[in-house]
T-cell receptor, first 115, second 113 residues
Framework: NAGVTQTPKFQVLKTGQSMTLQCAQD?????MSWYRQDPGMGLRLIHY???????DQGEVPNGYNVSRSTTEDFPLRLLSAAPSQTSVYFC??????????????FGEGSRLTVL | EDKVVQSPLSLVVHEGDTVTLNCSYE??????LLWYKQEKKAPTFLFML????IEKKSGRLSSILDKKELFSILNITATQTGDSAVYLC?????????????FGKGTKLSVKP
């Protein structure tokens, strides 16, 4: 069972560079989201999607773009990386059961460092 | 402001001890409260609570919600070194998908042999 797969696991960028964090899930989940986790801050919602073609902003969307062209994939794009975007990024997904169990399935995270 | 506050932020116990982790929340239109366990990488789901006073149990872990006082506790009995992790509490943002969660900062539990 692959579940939620994130790539890359580690990335170092220079300020101003752009990159895409990939997220794919094989559970046919309609809901997908991106969180960032910083020391002392907990997990914070960046963007989310409730289905293909539908995306919306979370708590901390500035500097990030997303798209959802398929049910499986939800990439997160950093347009011009800044040191403040140094963080661990988690992708999560959930199917219809989220309305009953609240269960999000998380990927293993992508650690990004911006120099 | 909607928020989730967990306490303590860290805790060190010995194997066999019982621990209680706390989570208080302030959110409009409360729907549910969730607990996750995060070891080295991805958070994994433990419980969802929606009703006051009804305990959820899974093995040595149990949790209960008090909607009047706006808090929840997570109990772990007979702790083992494998319980060492960060325990996260979360509530859904008001409105929108239940997948959009406000997380607390977590409680880091260390269980020593």
């Amino acid at each position: 069972n692959a579940g939620v797969t994130q790539t890359p696991k580690f990335q170092v960028l220079k300020t101003g560079q752009s990159m895409t964090l990939q997220c794919a899930q094989d559970m046919n989940h309609e809901y997908m989201s991106w969180y960032r986790q910083d020391p002392g801050m907990g997990l914070r919602l960046i963007h989310y999607s409730v289905g293909a073609g539908i995306t919306d902003q979370g708590e901390v969307p500035n500097g990030y773009n997303v798209s959802r062209s398929t049910t499986e994939d939800f990439p997160l794009r950093l347009l011009s990386a800044a040191p403040s975007q140094t963080s661990v990024y988690f992708c999560a997904s959930s199917g219809a059961l989220v309305r009953n169990t609240g269960e999000l399935f998380f990927g293993e995270g992508s650690r990004l460092t911006v120099l | 402001e909607d928020k989730v506050v967990q306490s303590p932020l860290s805790l060190v116990v010995h194997e066999g001890d019982t621990v209680t982790l706390n989570c208080s929340y302030e959110v409009t239109n409360f729907r549910s409260l969730l607990w996750y366990k995060q070891e080295k990488k991805a958070p994994t789901f433990l419980f969802m609570l929606t009703s006051s006073g009804i305990e959820k149990k899974s093995g040595r872990l149990s949790s209960i919600l008090d909607k009047k006082e706006l808090f929840s506790i997570l109990n772990i009995t007979a702790t083992q070194t494998g319980d060492s992790a960060v325990y996260l509490c979360a509530v859904p943002y008001p409105g929108g998908s239940q997948g959009n969660l406000i997380f607390g900062k977590g409680t880091k539990l260390s269980v020593k042999p």
